[in-house]
Nanobody, 124 residues
Framework: QVQLVESGGGLVQAGGSLRLSCAASGRAASRLSMGWFRQIPGKEREYVAAIHWDGGSPDYARSVKGRATISRDNAKNTMYLQMDSLKPEDSGVYYC?????????????????WGQGTQVNVSA
Protein backbone atom coordinates (compact mmCIF):
# COMPACT_ATOMS: atom_id res chain seq x y z
CA GLN A 1 0.00 0.00 0.00
CA VAL A 2 1.18 3.51 -0.81
CA GLN A 3 0.29 6.64 1.12
CA LEU A 4 0.72 10.16 -0.22
CA VAL A 5 0.91 13.33 1.84
CA GLU A 6 1.01 16.77 0.26
CA SER A 7 2.45 19.91 1.83
CA GLY A 8 3.56 23.39 0.87
CA GLY A 9 0.26 25.02 0.08
CA GLY A 10 -0.73 28.42 1.39
CA LEU A 11 -1.63 31.97 0.51
CA VAL A 12 0.54 33.82 -1.98
CA GLN A 13 0.20 36.99 -3.99
CA ALA A 14 -0.13 36.89 -7.74
CA GLY A 15 3.29 36.73 -9.33
CA GLY A 16 4.72 34.80 -6.41
CA SER A 17 5.97 31.24 -6.13
CA LEU A 18 5.22 28.09 -4.20
CA ARG A 19 6.80 24.68 -3.98
CA LEU A 20 4.48 21.81 -3.26
CA SER A 21 5.76 18.50 -1.96
CA CYS A 22 4.25 15.04 -2.00
CA ALA A 23 5.82 12.51 0.34
CA ALA A 24 5.16 8.90 -0.54
CA SER A 25 5.46 5.92 1.74
CA GLY A 26 5.31 2.26 0.88
CA ARG A 27 7.65 -0.16 -0.81
CA ALA A 28 6.21 0.39 -4.28
CA ALA A 29 6.28 4.17 -4.18
CA SER A 30 9.53 4.70 -6.07
CA ARG A 31 8.30 2.56 -8.96
CA LEU A 32 5.10 4.55 -9.51
CA SER A 33 4.60 7.43 -11.89
CA MET A 34 3.19 10.45 -10.15
CA GLY A 35 1.30 13.58 -10.95
CA TRP A 36 -0.30 16.76 -9.67
CA PHE A 37 -3.91 17.71 -10.06
CA ARG A 38 -6.02 20.58 -8.79
CA GLN A 39 -9.66 21.16 -8.11
CA ILE A 40 -11.87 24.12 -7.37
CA PRO A 41 -15.18 23.52 -5.59
CA GLY A 42 -17.88 22.90 -8.14
CA LYS A 43 -15.45 22.12 -10.92
CA GLU A 44 -13.93 18.94 -12.19
CA ARG A 45 -10.46 17.85 -11.24
CA GLU A 46 -7.83 19.32 -13.55
CA TYR A 47 -4.60 17.67 -14.56
CA VAL A 48 -1.54 19.82 -13.85
CA ALA A 49 1.66 17.80 -14.38
CA ALA A 50 3.08 14.29 -14.44
CA ILE A 51 6.43 12.59 -14.09
CA HIS A 52 7.54 9.07 -14.83
CA TRP A 53 8.70 6.79 -12.03
CA ASP A 54 12.35 7.29 -13.04
CA GLY A 55 12.07 11.08 -13.07
CA GLY A 56 11.81 11.29 -16.82
CA SER A 57 9.11 12.46 -19.21
CA PRO A 58 7.85 15.51 -17.31
CA ASP A 59 4.59 16.73 -18.77
CA TYR A 60 2.52 19.82 -18.11
CA ALA A 61 -0.96 21.08 -18.72
CA ARG A 62 -1.08 24.00 -21.11
CA SER A 63 -2.35 26.23 -18.32
CA VAL A 64 0.90 25.88 -16.31
CA LYS A 65 3.50 25.17 -18.98
CA GLY A 66 6.45 27.50 -18.62
CA ARG A 67 5.49 28.37 -15.03
CA ALA A 68 5.67 24.95 -13.38
CA THR A 69 8.43 22.41 -12.83
CA ILE A 70 7.72 18.89 -11.66
CA SER A 71 10.49 16.79 -10.16
CA ARG A 72 11.03 13.88 -7.83
CA ASP A 73 13.69 12.54 -5.52
CA ASN A 74 13.27 8.79 -5.26
CA ALA A 75 15.87 8.58 -2.49
CA LYS A 76 13.46 10.65 -0.41
CA ASN A 77 10.30 9.23 -1.98
CA THR A 78 9.15 12.78 -2.60
CA MET A 79 7.74 14.58 -5.60
CA TYR A 80 7.75 18.35 -6.01
CA LEU A 81 5.89 20.97 -7.99
CA GLN A 82 7.55 24.36 -8.27
CA MET A 83 5.03 26.96 -9.38
CA ASP A 84 6.19 30.44 -10.42
CA SER A 85 4.39 33.53 -11.70
CA LEU A 86 1.28 32.36 -9.90
CA LYS A 87 -2.11 33.64 -11.02
CA PRO A 88 -5.41 33.79 -9.12
CA GLU A 89 -6.73 31.07 -11.42
CA ASP A 90 -4.05 28.74 -10.01
CA SER A 91 -5.97 28.67 -6.73
CA GLY A 92 -7.48 25.39 -5.64
CA VAL A 93 -6.79 22.20 -3.76
CA TYR A 94 -3.73 20.49 -5.18
CA TYR A 95 -3.63 16.72 -5.04
CA CYS A 96 -0.82 14.37 -5.81
CA UNK A 97 -1.60 11.01 -7.31
CA UNK A 98 0.37 7.91 -8.19
CA UNK A 99 -0.19 5.04 -10.55
CA UNK A 100 1.78 2.26 -12.16
CA UNK A 101 0.71 3.52 -15.58
CA UNK A 102 2.08 6.93 -16.56
CA UNK A 103 -0.62 7.35 -19.20
CA UNK A 104 -3.41 7.00 -16.66
CA UNK A 105 -1.98 10.10 -15.02
CA UNK A 106 -1.67 11.95 -18.32
CA UNK A 107 -5.27 11.10 -19.05
CA UNK A 108 -6.50 12.32 -15.65
CA UNK A 109 -7.86 8.84 -15.11
CA UNK A 110 -8.62 6.59 -12.19
CA UNK A 111 -5.31 6.62 -10.34
CA UNK A 112 -4.47 3.96 -7.78
CA UNK A 113 -3.37 6.33 -5.03
CA TRP A 114 -4.29 9.86 -3.96
CA GLY A 115 -3.21 12.25 -1.28
CA GLN A 116 -5.55 14.37 0.83
CA GLY A 117 -4.67 17.62 -0.91
CA THR A 118 -3.14 20.96 0.01
CA GLN A 119 -4.88 24.30 -0.44
CA VAL A 120 -3.32 26.99 -2.62
CA ASN A 121 -4.78 30.47 -2.66
CA VAL A 122 -3.39 33.12 -4.96
CA SER A 123 -4.59 36.64 -4.28
CA ALA A 124 -4.85 39.26 -6.99
Amino acid sequence: QVQLVESGGGLVQAGGSLRLSCAASGRAASRLSMGWFRQIPGKEREYVAAIHWDGGSPDYARSVKGRATISRDNAKNTMYLQMDSLKPEDSGVYYCGADGNYYVILGNGNLDYWGQGTQVNVSA
